[in-house]
């Protein structure tokens, strides 16, 4: 397992669908995984530290887990098949010390993970696999304000949410 950290959000130029890159600590390596855009929303407003007015479901669900005494130790990119990521969310409950693994999206879980300040780790095998890049720090800056951009622009319509007046 390697540690790595969210290094930003970026949108794929090609696809215009968002993805979340996680850098290894010398930034060497990174990893693209594409994201809807409402869990972009989630983990972009979590790493400008953004508070909105009511909790979104990543926050819903630490405080569901807060509650019950438990604790995320660590969340893992564990797999890719077919160009499909795979995810693991992994509870500790201090009292008793009982250890559970719960199956994720990637995104879903590096948004918990940044939630409750949880080291994210990618398995070997998804490190080695074809998609890891060197990217132009300058570039996923410059993706990075289109994003920003991009939600300064978006309303509850564009999801197409029940009561909005989108078709």
Known sequence: MIEMKV???AIDPTLKQPAVILTDEEEKRYLPI?????EATAIFLKLSDQAIARPMSHDLL?????ALGAKVSK???????QNTFFAR???ETPATGE??????????????????GSPIYV???VVVAPGVIIVDKDKCKEEMNEFKKFLENLSPTD?????TNKP
């Open 159 to 163: 999801f197409n949410f029940p009561g």
């Open 34 to 38: 594409w994201i809807g855009v409402a």
């Open 123 to 125: 398995a070997e095998k």
């Open 75 to 81: 969340v893992l990119v564990s797999d890719i098949n």
């Open 62 to 66: 630490k405080s569901v887990i807060d």
């Open 7 to 9: 290094r930003g959000i």
């Open 99 to 116: 250890k559970v693994d719960v199956d994720a999206r990637p995104s879903d879980a590096i948004a918990l993970a940044l939630r409750t």
């Open 89 to 91: 969310v992994f509870l």
